[in-house]
T-cell receptor
Framework: GDSVTQMEGPVTLSEEAFLTINCTYT??????LFWYVQYPGEGLQLLLK?????DKGSNKGFEATYRKETTSFHLEKGSVQVSDSAVYFC????????????FGKGTMLLVSP | DGGITQSPKYLFRKEGQNVTLSCEQN?????MYWYRQDPGQGLRLIYY???????QKGDIAEGYSVSREKKESFPLTVTSAQKNPTAFYLC????????????FGPGTRLTVL
């Protein structure tokens, strides 16, 4: 079945450091790929997405490129801020009838001033 | 404002009691979903519904029940048969094709005393 694997956290960085959170996937067909962010005690917010190979999703300085050859969708940001501290989830959906999401376990990011 | 509302935000239940979590959306979305989140885990799918009066079991449906009598509403009942119901419950909705984004509500934290 479909699966998503993320690097385990927490990832601890100083403000203005470069961020990479790795995500790889296993899926049949051609999934859509997503990054969601969750702040403490809240629901998930869509951060970015990509629907086909070589697409780059971007939002708020975050980027991720859909790499079919390596089945990866790594999240990057050039300069993190304290306000980026949150849990980040990688997810995929396949364009079947019900199109459910398969999530990774999440990676906590902690940014210190 | 369009969005997804979940109520209550915090819910306490005694063992052996059934409890119903509310999820309402005014986004005119067709599909709705319920997920469970446990500490350090990704989200696991409980139930989902593509249209009114139709719903499907997800990966962890045992001990839960749902109804979809209106397009806007998808309540989740946690029954006494659910062995470990303490968790954070998230509702989501989606429109259109399988490549469209799922949008999440703020969640309900259920604690069994």
């Amino acid at each position: 079945g479909d699966s998503v694997t993320q690097m385990e956290g927490p990832v601890t960085l100083s403000e203005e450091a470069f961020l990479t959170i790795n995500c790889t996937y296993t899926a049949t067909g051609y999934p859509s790929l997503f990054w969601y962010v969750q702040y403490p005690g809240e629901g998930l917010q869509l951060l970015l997405k990509a629907t086909k190979a070589d697409d780059k999703g971007s939002n708020k300085g975050f980027e991720a490129t859909y790499r079919k050859e390596t089945t990866s969708f790594h999240l990057e940001k050039g300069s993190v801020q304290v306000s980026d501290s949150a849990v980040y989830f990688c997810a995929l959906s396949t364009p079947s009838g019900y199109s459910t999401l398969t999530f990774g376990k999440g990676t906590m990011l902690l940014v210190s001033p | 404002d369009g969005g997804i509302t979940q109520s209550p935000k915090y819910l306490f239940r005694k063992e052996g009691q059934n409890v119903t979590l509310s999820c309402e959306q005014n986004l005119n979305h067709d599909a709705m979903y319920w997920y469970r989140q446990d500490p350090g885990q990704g989200l696991r799918l409980i139930y989902y519904s593509q249209i009114v009066n139709d719903f499907q079991k997800g990966d962890i449906a045992e001990g839960y029940s749902v109804s979809r009598e209106k397009k806007e509403s998808f309540p989740l009942t946690v029954t006494s048969a659910q062995k470990n119901p303490t968790a954070f419950y998230l509702c989501a909705s989606r429109t259109g094709s399988g490549r469209d984004t799922q949008y999440f509500g703020p969640g309900t934290r259920l604690t069994v005393l």
